[in-house]
């Protein structure tokens, strides 16, 4: 039985911890969980936001499902999410957003992946003070190396997947270095995928693009901040941030999580939406090859969002809880 590590985190983190481990026991996912801290929460336990002893588990175990972990505003300890990407060089973003039955939005047919680059560019929080309370700067590294086997990454898996298009997003008429680089090695790579559309668009026309006519998107790869921002907003277009699940992929290490942060505003009261960390448990189950388990899971969620919406919680039109979601889940994997 594969172990995974699988780490609270803070917010609703436990809340929707315990959901997803009540749903993948019900639908007996053969899996064994490592229970380890991390970000605040570590803070209180171990008085370290990242314990070395976490960082041992998922090197032994190589595979880990993270809940949330709060990264204080302004000073404070540094993201412990860019942390643990870095540690173990999880350089593919994978974050899907599809438009699900019984959510009611503008947009019908919205079906793509963003594969966000996640250990370079701006988003590090490479930055240093030019002068202390006056003047700052940041830093955004993008190598050669580095946008290689990200924008390999989202072709493989369109060929994969029987994908038909990859939209390479940048900001290249302004910063001619960074993305020009990575928009020239997508021009490159594409080349060796010949059976597949290859389109590049500037980051700001693809805001609006996306809001406009999101289903002309398929897979989409991108930078580390823009990565960022577009996959708060392709959850947007499909019900939310309590719907996106996503996964972060290296060579020697996975580690799945939501889209969405700790929720501060919702924690503790019962009410945060467990889907986007179930849909990441899911994506976590292919990726160990239980894809029946994966697709089992899968089909009791639409169910429950078709037929027991009230069950449902209440950011995507639902009338209940954490819990009665949860529930529901259950009952129809196993009534
Ligand atoms: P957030 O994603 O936590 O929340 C944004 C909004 O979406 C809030 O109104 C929240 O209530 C709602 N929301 C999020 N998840 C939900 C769910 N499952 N069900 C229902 N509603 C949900 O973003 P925010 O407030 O900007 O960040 C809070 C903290 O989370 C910060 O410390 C931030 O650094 C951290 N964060 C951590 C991430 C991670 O661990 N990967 C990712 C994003 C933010
Ligand atoms: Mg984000």
Avoid at 75 to 89: E, K, P, T, W
Avoid at 91 to 120: K, S
Avoid at 209 to 235: C, K, W, Y
């Amino acid at each position: 039985m594969p172990h995974v590590v699988l780490i609270p985190g803070d917010g609703i983190g436990p809340e929707i911890t315990e959901s997803v481990k009540q749903i993948l026991h019900v639908a007996q996912a053969d899996v064994q969980w490592v229970e380890c801290a991390a970000g605040e929460a570590a803070v209180t336990s171990h008085g370290n936001p990242l314990p070395e002893e976490t960082i041992q588990a998922i090197e032994r175990h190589r595979i880990a499902l993270k809940g949330p972990l709060t990264t204080p505003v302004g000073a404070g300890f540094r993201s412990i999410n860019v942390a643990l990407r870095q540690h173990f060089d999880l350089f593919a973003n994978i974050r899907p957003a599809r438009t699900l039955p019984g959510i009611d939005t503008p947009f019908r047919h919205v079906d793509m992946v963003l594969f966000r680059e996640n250990t370079q560019g701006l988003y590090i929080g490479r930055e240093r003070w030019v002068e202390e309370g006056q003047e700052a700067e940041s830093l955004a590294v993008v190598s050669r190396k580095a946008s290689e086997r990200i924008i390999k990454e989202a072709f493989e898996y369109a060929m994969r997947h029987g994908r038909k298009k990859v939209s390479l997003i940048h900001k290249a008429n302004i910063l001619k270095f960074t993305t020009g680089l990575f928009l020239e090695v997508g021009r490159e790579i594409a080349t060796q995928y010949p059976s597949i559309e290859f389109e590049d668009l500037i980051i700001d026309n693809m805001a609006m693009q996306m809001v406009m006519r999101p289903e002309r998107f398929d897979v989409i790869v991108t930078t580390n901040m823009f990565g960022d921002i577009l996959s708060d907003l392709a959850s947007g277009l499909v019900g939310g941030l309590g719907v996106t699940g996503a996964g972060n992929v290296g060579e020697s290490a996975a580690i799945f999580e939501a889209v969405h942060g700790s929720a501060p505003d919702i924690a503790g009261k019962g009410i945060a939406n467990p889907l986007a960390f179930l849909f990441s448990a899911v994506m976590m189950l292919d990726h160990l090859d239980q894809n029946k388990t994966a697709e089992r899971i899968r089909a009791a969620i639409y169910t429950v969002l078709q037929e027991h919406k009230s069950d449902c919680t209440a950011d995507i039109g639902g009338e209940g809880q954490t819990k009665s979601f949860t529930d529901a889940i259950c009952n129809v994997l196993s009534p």
